[in-house]
Every structure is written in structure tokens, then in C-alpha cells.
């Protein structure tokens, strides 16, 4: 049974940072692809970076320069570092794993960003 569990969201105030994580279980982490979406108020979910087995990354247009995806392979976890927070950074940040042979896609339960003065 896969499981994903995200930490390390918060208030936090604009031009600070915050790394989230994902706890995984069920999976490996540096056999999955993995990726990190937000869903700001009243906004669709969208995909804000991405880690494949491989350890390529990718990030949205909004996300490069000021988001970092990585992951801890010993740990099983994955992490989204988020440096210069801007109000519109807030929202629920989901971690997902994307299928991956015989493993369905799995969503974590999200964890709230609320970057705010």
C-alpha cells in the first residue's frame, strides 16, 4: 500500500522559505516518479516540479529559480524547497507519486502554505 505524507508547510512571510517533505512508504522514491503540486484558493491543482527515477527534474514556469524538488533515497522521501516566498505561493501543496510500472498514481493529503505579512 503506497502511502505519502507531507510536512512543512505553515505561515511564513513573503521573501522567506519553507521546505516541504514527503514522506513515502510503499514506493521507492528513486525508482518513482515523483512531483509536487499546489492548489491555490479557488484554482486548479497544478504541477509545480517533478523528479523522475532518474533524478531529472522539471518545474513549472512559475516555479524555476525559486523552487527545488529533490529527494533523499536513503530516507525514502522527497523534498520541495521554496526560497523567496510570494503571496502567491500559497496554497495546499500535494505530493504525487505518478504511476510507475504496477503502482498507480498516489496523492499525499497536502500540506497548506499560507505566505502572508
Known amino acids: 500500500q503506497v502511502q505519502l505524507v507531507e510536512s512543512g508547510g505553515g505561515l511564513a512571510q513573503p521573501g522567506g522559505s519553507l521546505r516541504l517533505s514527503c514522506a513515502a512508504s510503499?514506493?521507492?522514491?528513486?525508482?518513482?516518479?515523483m512531483e509536487w503540486y499546489r492548489q491555490a484558493p479557488g484554482k486548479q491543482r497544478e504541477l509545480v516540479a517533478g523528479?523522475?527515477?532518474?533524478?531529472?527534474?522539471n518545474y513549472a514556469d512559475s516555479a524555476k529559480g525559486r523552487f527545488t524538488i529533490s529527494r533523499d533515497n536513503g530516507k525514502n522521501m522527497v523534498y520541495l524547497q521554496i526560497n523567496s516566498l510570494k503571496p502567491e505561493d500559497t496554497g495546499v501543496y500535494f505530493c504525487?507519486?505518478?504511476?510507475?510500472?504496477?503502482?498507480?498514481?498516489?496523492w499525499g493529503q497536502g500540506t497548506q502554505v499560507t505566505v502572508s505579512s
Open positions: 504525487y507519486a505518478a504511476p510507475y510500472a504496477l503502482t498507480p498514481g498516489t
Open positions: 510503499g514506493i521507492l522514491v528513486r525508482r518513482q516518479p
Open positions: 523528479i523522475t527515477g532518474g533524478g531529472k527534474t
